[in-house]
């Protein structure tokens, strides 16, 4: 059974930094990209950063580029997001996902998500 | 970026009755790099459809999609009372995925 689980949100001040992790377990890690999503309080999913399975290509949205970086250790199955530089909007629920496929840039869905860990970025 | 426009923002059905949403890309996009999401609260967000017309594996088959070029489709032929909830579509044709902005299907 594919498990996801994130960890790492908290309360966090304007501009200030927070790692995430998600493990995972079910599935052979090394084998699939991985994404992160989020969800803001009343708002809709927005795709956050994909890393592919080797962790040689990473993609962030427009919206956390330059500030967010996300990477994977694949020895231990875990994905990350670094985020720096926070901002209040980016207050959210933050979803890690598998895709289902070994590169974010092919045709493959998010087939499988964690439950989320809150963010919350207030002074 | 491809703007994916999801409509209507609100459905109030009854259980039984048939939900029709719509997905319309800004551009065209492969069918291949087309998918639906149900997001319950409190839950994380589900695979239902991939490459606009699959079913992801558990997913009733009252659950279907269409569509091509610009235009998707998400039906569900009889709604049950597990299927109230927040519908999404994606593109995931290129490394810049975007969601549409959701469509609630609420107990009318």
């Known amino acids: 059974e594919v498990q996801l689980l994130e960890s790492g949100g908290s309360l966090v001040q304007p501009g200030g930094s927070l790692r995430l992790s998600c493990g995972a377990s079910?599935?052979?890690?090394?084998?699939?990209?991985m994404s992160w999503v989020r969800q803001a309080p009343g708002k809709g999913l927005e795709w956050v950063s994909s890393?592919?399975?080797?962790?040689?290509?990473?993609y962030h949205a427009a919206s956390v580029r330059g500030r967010f970086t996300v990477s994977r250790d694949n020895s231990e199955s875990t994905l990350y997001l670094q985020m720096n530089t926070l901002r209040v909007d980016d207050t959210a629920v933050y979803y890690c996902a598998k895709v289902g496929g070994r590169t974010p840039a092919g045709p493959f869905p998010l087939d499988f998500w964690g439950q989320g860990t809150l963010v919350t970025v207030s002074s | 970026e491809t703007v994916l426009t999801q409509s209507p923002g609100t459905l109030s059905l009854s259980p039984g009755e048939r939900a029709t949403l719509s997905c319309r890309a800004s551009?065209?996009?492969?069918?291949?790099?087309l998918g639906w999401y149900q997001h319950k609260p409190g839950q994380p967000p589900r695979l239902l459809i991939y490459?606009?017309?699959s079913r992801a594996a558990g997913v009733p088959d009252r659950f279907s999609g269409s569509g091509s070029g610009t235009d998707f489709t998400l039906t569900i032929s009889r709604l049950e009372p597990e299927d109230f909830a927040v519908y999404y579509c994606q593109q995931y044709g290129t490394s810049s995925w975007t969601f549409g902005q959701g469509t609630k299907v609420e107990v009318k």
């Open positions: 890393i592919s399975d080797s962790g040689s290509g990473t």
């Open positions: 551009q065209r996009i492969s069918s291949s790099s």
């Open positions: 079910g599935f052979t890690f090394s084998n699939y990209a």
């Open positions: 490459g606009a017309s």
